[in-house]
């Protein structure tokens, strides 16, 4: 284990689950990522291993049957994860994100019910906001949910579901008109719903599809699809919290913890991509010496190691700023664009470090440099994250008089 990406001030507990997990990582999932990602092949003995770990349940409060640690914990954890493959760690984050959703805002009925499943991995969680025509604009859904008799019709079509087809429970934002007068804001008449329903491809239950994977440029073995709602009936009890029109605040809230997933990420991609770049650089030589002696390589180096500290210094400060209780948007956001963007970075200059060995598929490098895009775009553009950070800094610093 190298010098970077270091966390002071960890307690005993958080050291020994971050190292399980680094060595699970070493030992389970870099020997076959690159493998399994050229197949696009859902990693099912790393997800069964991950679960027997407790992962999926490492947010969950104990009373639930989870290990009820910290986001910190969970987000250097997945910083390990995204190390080793970063589709993985997209398995976790959906899961994650609606299991804190539930411990957050769920009934009680609804936490005694979902979250000792989830936390065993036996439910795992998506969640879906996106729709094929509005991309960052949420408030614009169409997705309807109209109340009929003791539950809800839910119409419409969701795009962009992480783990979609592998999972067993659906969040789902969904416009509920109901009850709200003529003018109301878009954000207030949206509602949350819990899907249950099988896992799989195609009419998965009456009114509801999974019509199958996306191809995608990167971030493969991990199901990326489309849901589409076609009369699907949900019964009341099943809206998240039971009260309509709170489901913008409740996956906000979600997407803001998802937002220092997303940084994590980035942080054990970029991390990857150096001990990559170094190794390299060390053993393949030109002009009579290693490419390392060349001056012009250790400034690329110094320049990426500089830029994995600073992201994963940014990340673990929005992570415990989110522990201690306070709003964490603005730290959230800045982590979210800077690692992203930094790591898009540190994987380019390691993958130039490789030359013309990078883009061969025998070279890991070439993986990590059709992954990293994904973060530029996940959770929110960086041009999402600006404008949010940008907002908060004008609320922050604002000029009285």
Not at 121 to 131: L, N, T, Y
Not at 307 to 312: D, G, P, Q, S
Request: charged share 25%; glycine share 12%; proline share 3%.
């Amino acid at each position: 284990m190298g010098r970077l990406a270091q966390t002071e001030g960890l307690t005993e507990v958080q050291r020994e689950i971050v190292s399980t997990v680094r060595d699970f990582v070493d030992k389970e999932i870099l020997p076959v990522a690159t493998e399994l990602e050229h197949r696009d092949e859902y990693p099912v003995r790393i997800v069964e291993g991950l679960k027997d770990l407790g992962v999926f349940g490492l947010m969950i409060p104990e009373e639930y049957g989870g290990l009820g640690e910290s986001l910190l914990t969970y987000a250097l954890c997945v910083e390990e994860i995204a190390r080793g493959w970063m589709s993985v760690s997209g398995i976790i984050n959906t899961h994650f994100i609606v299991a804190y959703m539930l411990k957050q805002h769920g009934t009680d009925e609804q936490k005694e019910y979902f979250l000792p499943k989830m936390a065993a991995g036996e439910v795992r969680g998506a969640f879906s906001m996106s729709e094929p025509g509005l991309g960052s604009d949420v408030s614009a859904i169409t997705t309807k949910g109209v109340r009929d008799g003791d539950g809800y019709v839910l119409t419409g079509q969701k795009m962009w579901l992480t783990n979609g087809g592998t999972s067993s429970l659906v969040a789902v934002l969904c416009r509920t008109d109901e009850g709200h007068p003529e003018g109301t804001p878009p954000h207030k008449s949206m509602t949350t719903f819990l899907i249950d329903k099988e896992p799989g491809f195609g009419q998965v239950k009456p009114g509801l599809t999974i019509p199958g994977k996306i191809d995608k440029m990167g971030y493969k073995g991990v199901d990326t699809t489309e849901l589409v709602l076609d009369g699907l009936r949900v019964p009341a009890d099943r809206v998240l919290g039971g009260e309509t029109g709170r489901g913008f605040y409740q996956m906000m809230d979600g997407v803001e913890v998802g937002r220092v997933n997303v940084a994590a990420r980035g942080c054990g991609v970029a991390l990857r991509a150096f001990e990559l770049g170094i190794a390299y650089a060390q053993q393949r030589h030109t002009f009579g010496r290693p490419i390392a002696q060349h001056q012009a390589i250790q400034f690329k180096l110094a320049e990426m190691a500089t830029k994995v500290e600073a992201a994963h210094a940014l990340m673990v400060g929005a992570a415990r700023k989110k522990d201690s209780g306070q709003r964490n948007d603005l730290e959230a956001g800045m982590a979210k664009y800077l690692a992203s963007e930094y790591c898009k970075e540190v994987v380019e200059d390691a993958f130039r470090i490789h030359g013309g060995y990078g883009f061969s598929k025998e070279y890991e490098i070439e993986r990590l440099y059709r992954e990293a895009p994904m973060l530029l775009i996940g959770e929110g553009t960086a041009e999402i994250q600006k404008m949010i950070v940008g907002r908060r800094l004008l609320e922050e610093y604002r000029i009285q008089g």
